[in-house]
């Protein structure tokens, strides 16, 4: 496989459920995201890690846990989640140098609806 | 902090007709622009991107972006759309020197009319 790979695609849950979204990427990039896409809003950033350290939280809520076991894959965690937050829930990854970010890649994003 | 601005939030063109897809953004600093677009059921994929140089740039699909630092603009533009350009389009800008943090626009939806 090439690219950004994420799984599953579509998700549907009840608010006590707990599941995990799973981005795997195949192009020995050193840092991953996980964004945030609802209708009618700017993409929103919710967490960044580079080389497997989270050096970006962007004031997510604590029922989103990110889990980077190594630089290829990237887990977001949900648990109790509302509503509000059914979405487009993107990965991406990007080489990252000497404090500069190279060019997003994208995957195909989940498709999350919270019941 | 950074911002973007996308004022059109559809773009309606017949086929074979040129389009142009509004962009503005706000920075305290130098920025690097980007445009990128998504296609349905699809995850975002670069158009193109400005980081220094020359300010009109190239990109795929036969678009292309100007960049205006005085008007601080970044419009995309392509003389002669297709039936399979129909997709959301996304500008995005990030400060120079570090830009990890990518801030994206609400996104234009361009639909090509036959």
């Known amino acids: 496989e090439t690219g950004v790979t994420q799984t599953p695609r579509h998700l549907v849950m009840g608010m006590t459920n707990k599941k995990s979204l799973k981005c795997e990427q195949h192009?020995?990039?050193?840092?991953m995201y996980w964004y945030k896409q609802s209708a009618k809003k700017p993409l929103e950033l919710m967490f960044v890690y580079n080389f497997k350290e989270q050096t970006e939280n962007n004031s997510v809520p604590s029922r989103f846990s990110p889990e980077c076991p190594n630089s290829s894959h990237l887990f977001l965690h949900l648990h109790t989640l509302q509503p509000e937050d059914s979405a487009l829930y993107l990965c991406a990854s990007s080489h990252f140098d000497r404090g500069i970010t190279g060019e997003l890649f994208f995957g195909e994003g989940s498709r999350l609806t919270v019941l | 902090a950074q911002s973007v601005t996308q004022l059109d939030s559809q773009v309606p063109v017949f086929e074979e007709a040129p389009v142009e897809l509004r962009c503005n953004y706000s920075?305290?600093?130098?920025?690097?622009l980007f445009w990128y677009v998504q296609y349905p059921n699809q995850g975002l994929q670069l158009l193109l991107k400005?980081?220094?140089?020359?300010?009109l740039v190239k990109g795929i699909n036969g678009f292309e972006a100007e960049f205006n630092k005085s008007q601080t603009s970044f419009h995309l533009r392509k003389p002669s759309v297709h039936i399979s350009d129909t997709a959301e389009y996304f500008c995005?800008?990030?400060?120079?020197?570090?830009?990890?943090?990518?801030?994206f626009g609400i996104g234009t939806k361009l639909q090509v009319i036959p």
């Open positions: 192009l020995g990039h050193n840092a």
């Open positions: 995005a800008v990030s400060e120079s020197g570090g830009y990890q943090k990518v801030t």
């Open positions: 400005y980081l220094s140089g020359s300010t």
């Open positions: 920075s305290s600093v130098s920025v690097y």
